[in-house]
């Protein structure tokens, strides 16, 4: 299996920013690095994905070890919208994604 | 532009009974996949079709079956339902398969009870 490394939980005081780490010591060179959320009730929802150099989208920023082996998401500003199961997986090519357990965000007002 | 759309959205079966659910993807996408979620087990990949035919199954019982068509719409089934069965089933499309760079984009689920 595709396995990622993720803490259980973290909290963030809202409207500060918050750095998600993941660690991917088994992933190969052209796999790439995925984010997806899930809050309450919904299906996940996809972040932002990248392969070795950092990325931004209007969602969060991705920054990416060198060495491919940890990777970190960032909400540059928490709202109580982001409070969700960040997962961070990587693609291997084949669509069977490996979620793992996830972090639970929780943004405290 | 219309996401994955999932039907049922909820729906209570009784155990031995077979249940029919089905995706609607994307348009334009040809890769759909299904997941289970269960508070137990988290998300688990059922299985994975593209241009008609599966390419990935999981790690579930033959109970468990799917399909897609020439539409690129999926359904999924699964026979002689057990209590265990009782979860959100996921539907995800992509367009293609096979690639690192895939995104995919997950629908809303549909919500099964087996009482």
């Known amino acids: 299996d595709a396995k990622t490394t993720q803490p259980n939980s973290m909290e963030s005081n809202e409207e500060e920013p918050v750095h998600l780490p993941c660690n991917h010591s088994?992933?190969?060179?052209?796999?790439?690095i995925h984010w997806y959320r899930q809050l309450p009730s919904q299906g996940p929802e996809y972040v932002i994905h990248?392969?070795?150099s950092n990325v931004n989208n209007r969602m969060a920023s991705l920054a990416i070890a060198e060495d491919r082996k940890s990777s970190t998401l960032i909400l540059h500003r928490a709202t109580l919208r982001d409070a969700a199961v960040y997962y961070c997986?990587?693609?291997?090519?084949?669509?069977?994604?490996?979620f793992g357990t996830g972090t639970r965000l929780t943004v405290i007002p | 532009k219309a996401g994955v759309t999932q039907t049922p959205r909820y729906l209570i079966k009784t155990r031995g009974q077979q249940v029919t659910l089905s995706c609607s993807p994307i348009?334009?996408?040809?890769?759909v996949s299904w997941y289970q979620q269960t508070p137990g087990q988290g998300l688990q990949f059922l299985f994975e079709?593209?241009?008609?035919?599966?390419?990935n199954k999981g790690n579930f019982p033959g109970r468990f079956s799917g399909r897609q068509f020439s539409n690129s719409r999926s359904e999924m089934n699964v026979s002689t339902l057990e209590l265990g069965d009782s979860a959100l089933y996921l539907c995800?499309?992509?367009?293609?398969?096979?690639?690192?760079?895939?995104?995919?984009?997950f629908g809303e689920g549909s919500w099964l009870t087996v009482v």
């Open positions: 995800a499309s992509s367009l293609e398969a096979g690639s690192r760079r895939n995104t995919i984009y």
């Open positions: 088994t992933i190969s060179g052209t796999d790439y």
């Open positions: 990248g392969l070795t």
């Open positions: 997986i990587f693609q291997t090519g084949a669509n069977n994604l490996f």
């Open positions: 348009s334009g996408h040809r890769s």
């Open positions: 079709y593209f241009s008609e035919t599966q390419r």
